[in-house]
């Protein structure tokens, strides 16, 4: 009971403290007042309680329930949204001690209430409360092989978003290039109108020019930043998959006498594994960093969603025990 009543109160403080994070964060983006007030810091130091909160809820359901807490879909939704945080906490040292900010709370922090938001909510009830662990799953493997894949997840995850959120910005700007070409076309037609505004604008032409170009050295410094952020972590997520798929044959072997069997869970977990293959095989041609690389890994964000989540929704194959049960009233 109290175990059950500790694990309660985690939850709930975690998921608090994430949303008045995710609040604080949108006031500093769009507002822009975190070095007047110091949100900012306030909300890194937030995801650091909700790091430490989710850790406690972890360890508070393995010594009740006995075992690893990772047999179900819940408990794999919340260690997610620990791997989350985990990330964040990560950057947060790393930024801190280069005195930098850390952009990585855009991605880090929504996905973290995401995940945790969706476990706690009333379509997976019945998971909340710890059960005897199915047969296939008693064995020493289950650390291994689940919480590399889990993490894998979060990493690949964080990074695919992280390639997003670069394309969303280069496609941006090239739609305003595209625009401001087809106006000047339109114009080009009116010689004496374009001389009139041309004499007119003189004098601002390098005020302008100063201003336009420190724009675009901070979205080129954006950008870089974000294709380096992405390929070291999608980097890192493809070694937790790997050694997760590897560890998940051995554990095949000892329990279903085959070290695959591609069953809708393996199938997808192989997909996934070669989207992110190709994408560190296109980080070998200078040719093909950016933006090319970075639509391979936004493939590989629905891809990871479907093997994670939608195969679980089948309900169906060898890991059918990790499937999505939905509560009746």
């Known amino acids: 009971m109290i175990f059950s009543t500790l694990e309660h109160i985690l939850t709930h403080i975690s998921f608090s403290v994430v949303s008045i994070v995710i609040t604080i964060h949108f006031l500093t983006l769009f507002l822009l007042v975190d070095e007047v007030v110091g949100l900012y810091d306030s909300s890194e130091k937030g995801m650091i309680i909700t790091f430490f909160c989710i850790t406690g809820l972890l360890v508070t359901r393995w010594v009740y329930s006995g075992h690893f807490p990772l047999s179900d879909l819940y408990e794999s939704l919340i260690f997610l949204s620990w791997g989350f945080s985990l990330i964040h906490t990560v950057s947060y040292f790393q930024f801190k001690n280069k005195k930098r900010k850390n952009n990585l709370s855009a991605i880090t922090a929504p996905s973290a209430i995401f995940t945790q938001g969706f476990a706690t909510s009333g379509l997976l009830t019945k998971m909340h409360q710890s059960a005897i662990l199915a047969p296939a799953l008693q064995s020493q493997w289950l650390m291994m092989h689940v919480s590399m894949m889990v993490l894998g997840y979060a990493a690949l995850l964080c990074g695919s978003l992280l390639s997003v959120a670069l394309l969303v910005i280069t496609f941006r700007k090239a739609i305003k290039i595209i625009g401001k070409n087809n106006n000047l076309l339109n114009q080009s037609f009116l010689f004496g109108e374009i001389q009139y505004q041309y004499m007119n604008e003189r004098s601002n032409v390098l005020l302008n020019t100063y201003f336009l170009s420190s724009k675009n050295y901070y979205r080129y410094q954006l950008t870089q930043q974000l294709d380096r952020w992405s390929y070291r972590i999608i980097s890192l997520g493809f070694i937790f998959l790997t ?43 200078k040719n093909f960093e950016g933006v090319n690389s970075a639509l391979v ?16 929704l089948l309900g169906i194959g060898l890991h059918s025990y990790g499937s999505f049960p939905l509560t009746s009233n």
């Open 243 to 285: 050694i997760g798929i590897l560890s998940g044959a051995v554990w095949a072997n000892e329990a279903w006498g085959s070290y695959w069997n591609w069953d809708p869970k393996e199938t997808w977990a192989f997909i996934t594994w070669t989207v992110f293959a190709i994408y560190l095989h296109t980080r070998t041609n």
């Open 297 to 312: 890994a936004s493939v590989g964000f629905l891809i990871i969603w479907i093997c994670y989540f939608g195969v679980n």
